[in-house]
């Protein structure tokens, strides 16, 4: 859709507000404002302030109360900064507000993320998904974001934003337009995934378990991929470097193979529409007979991001899947430092190699011990069951007599939907 990659260069200044009334995850802190800087150099452009302001409450019509407003409105006048970009959510009408006062382009960070994801995307499924995301947020935003329909419309109308606004027959037009094109989108969509689903389950029925790589971004997810299989994908020290997911087949051991998938990396406060966009390539996790958790733990704020990978997981519906916690980076941390450890926790460099055979080990161990052959005796009502086991597992022999007796060679998901049925 729209490419705001021309303004991303610009120079920015970030601003960040931090209130008591505001939940922990929605305040701003230096080290959010850090993060915030880094996604501003991922989409290219330069950061040359940091305001990070303090407040009993958020204002409600100018976030930073009009006081601060002139003090960064200063800022970007000494600084040359054309960008303003806040670390907390505005709501519509406080980007339009903020837009006005500053005179410059106003971004949140959603608004930001969207744009790193827009600019990066390269499959078309990717770019389906960036595509919808972004209308979604555009939509309730649509007379700040006036310039932007305009130049995608061609007309090519540059200027402050807000400056002009549309009349409000326009913006219904607008409106309608835009629901039109979420419509077509989400069929798109349907299309590019129908093609994916027919190839999970030829996957599923050669009975190859899926292992999910996950982890903020910047965790190291594709330098594993890249170690242990050859993949040969980018992995470089920036925010977002992959947003599309790649699978590459890996020798376990000698008995197994498995289909290893490096997904898109995530972090705080990812905007609620890419969570929705990306639920589908994410679909992935939901498949996953295994997730490796990687954690970068040189990172000082590595249980604070741990924890909201977890959160996503769960949120993805992945919660309850066989996990193990990959404590990337050890090369980094300091000799002598004690590294988190426990059954499923594995300290690894993917850098250096270290650790990666007994990550092996473990990854063997955790699905061995899933695929085994079983014998269910399924009830008649039970019958959809079987469906499931034809789709999902391998089904060696079906005899129908007071119960429906299935042989099946199944993996640690499916076995635990079917258990009650298991013979002893
Ligand atoms: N020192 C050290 N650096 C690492 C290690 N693993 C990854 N890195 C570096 O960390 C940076 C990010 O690695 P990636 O593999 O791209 O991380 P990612 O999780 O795929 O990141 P996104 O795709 O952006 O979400 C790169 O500069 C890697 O070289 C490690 O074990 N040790
Ligand atoms: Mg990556």
Same mark, same amino acid.
């Given at each position: 859709?729209?490419?705001?990659?021309?303004?991303?260069?610009?120079?920015?200044?970030?601003?960040?507000?931090? $209130?008591?009334?505001?939940?922990?995850?929605?305040? %701003?802190?230096?080290?959010?404002?850090?993060?915030?800087?880094?996604?501003?150099?991922?989409?290219?452009?330069?950061?040359?302030?940091?305001?990070?302001?303090?407040?009993?409450?958020?204002?409600?019509?100018?976030?930073?109360?009009?006081?601060?407003?002139?003090?960064?409105?200063?800022?970007?006048?000494?600084?040359?900064?054309?960008?303003?970009?806040?670390d907390n959510d505005l709501s519509p009408s406080q980007m339009r507000?903020?837009?006005?006062?500053?005179?410059?382009?106003?971004?949140?960070?959603?608004?930001?993320?969207?744009?790193?994801? %827009?600019?990066?995307?390269?499959?078309?499924?990717?770019?389906?998904?960036?595509?919808?995301?972004?209308?979604? &947020?555009?939509?309730?935003?649509?007379?700040?974001?006036?310039?932007?329909?305009?130049?995608?419309?061609?007309?090519?109308?540059?200027?402050?934003?807000?400056?002009?606004?549309?009349?409000?027959?326009?913006?219904?037009t607008d409106r309608r337009h835009i629901h039109r094109k979420i419509?077509?989108?989400?069929?798109?969509?349907?299309?590019?995934?129908?093609?994916?689903?027919?190839?999970?389950?030829?996957?599923?029925?050669?009975?190859?378990?899926?292992?999910?790589?996950?982890? &903020?971004?910047?965790?190291?997810?594709?330098?594993?991929?890249?170690?242990?299989?050859? %993949?040969?994908?980018?992995?470089?020290?920036?925010?977002?470097?992959?947003?599309?997911?790649? $699978?590459?087949?890996?020798?376990? $051991?000698?008995?197994?193979?498995?289909?290893?998938?490096?997904?898109?990396?995530?972090?705080?406060?990812?905007?609620?529409q890419l969570v929705e966009a990306f639920k589908a390539t994410l679909?992935?996790?939901? &498949?996953?007979?295994?997730?490796?958790?990687?954690?970068?733990?040189?990172?000082?704020?590595?249980?604070?991001?741990?924890?909201?990978?977890?959160?996503?997981?769960?949120?993805?519906?992945?919660?309850?899947?066989?996990?193990?916690?990959?404590?990337?980076?050890?090369?980094?941390?300091?000799?002598?430092?004690?590294?988190?450890?426990?059954?499923?926790?594995?300290?690894? $460099?993917?850098?250096?190699?270290?650790?990666?055979?007994?990550?092996?080990?473990?990854?063997?161990?955790?699905?061995?011990?899933?695929?085994?052959?079983?014998?269910?005796?399924?009830?008649?009502?039970?019958?959809?069951?079987?469906?499931?086991?034809?789709?999902?597992?391998?089904?060696?022999?079906?005899?129908?007599?007071?119960?429906?007796?299935?042989?099946?060679?199944?993996?640690?998901?499916?076995?635990?939907?079917?258990?009650?049925?298991?013979?002893?």
């Open positions: 859709m729209q490419d705001t990659t021309k303004e991303i260069r610009d120079k920015v200044v970030l601003v960040g507000l931090n $209130s008591p009334v505001l939940k922990q995850e929605e305040n %701003a802190d230096e080290d959010t404002m850090e993060e915030l800087s880094a996604l501003v150099e991922t989409a290219g452009g330069e950061t040359v302030g940091i305001v990070l302001q303090n407040r009993p409450s958020p204002d409600p019509r100018t976030f930073i109360g009009e006081g601060k407003v002139a003090e960064v409105q200063l800022y970007c006048e000494n600084t040359g900064a054309t960008m303003v970009i806040f507000v903020l837009t006005q006062l500053l005179g410059v382009q106003v971004l949140d960070r959603c608004g930001l993320i969207l744009d790193i994801f %827009a600019q990066r995307a390269q499959t078309r499924e990717g770019r389906l998904q960036v595509e919808l995301a972004q209308y979604q &947020y555009l939509l309730p935003r649509l007379t700040g974001m006036w310039t932007h329909l305009e130049r995608q419309a061609g007309t090519s109308g540059k200027g402050p934003i807000g400056s002009k606004g549309p009349g409000e027959t326009q913006l219904e419509d077509k989108l989400r069929e798109d969509l349907k299309d590019v995934r129908r093609v994916r689903g027919t190839q999970r389950q030829q996957r599923r029925k050669n009975e190859v378990p899926v292992v999910a790589i996950v982890g &903020y971004t910047n965790a190291g997810k594709s330098t594993l991929l890249n170690h242990l299989t050859g %993949a040969g994908i980018p992995a470089n020290n920036r925010l977002f470097d992959t947003l599309d997911t790649t $699978s590459r087949l890996l020798r376990v $051991s000698d008995t197994l193979d498995v289909v290893v998938s490096d997904t898109v990396g995530f972090i705080r406060k990812l905007p609620h679909e992935e996790l939901e &498949y996953a007979d295994l997730l490796l958790h990687v954690i970068d733990v040189s990172n000082p704020e590595w249980q604070l991001q741990a924890a909201v990978v977890e959160n996503l997981i769960r949120e993805l519906g992945a919660g309850e899947l066989p996990r193990i916690d990959v404590f990337n980076k050890s090369d980094r941390l300091p000799v002598g430092e004690i590294m988190p450890h426990g059954e499923d926790i594995c300290a690894i $460099s993917a850098r250096t190699g270290e650790g990666i055979d007994r990550l092996l080990e473990m990854i063997d161990q955790r699905l061995d011990k899933g695929t085994r052959r079983v014998v269910l005796h399924l009830p008649y009502d039970k019958g959809s069951l079987l469906d499931m086991l034809y789709r999902e597992a391998k089904v060696e022999q079906v005899e129908y007599g007071e119960t429906i007796d299935v042989t099946v060679v199944c993996g640690p998901r499916t076995l635990g939907q079917v258990q009650p049925f298991m013979e002893d």
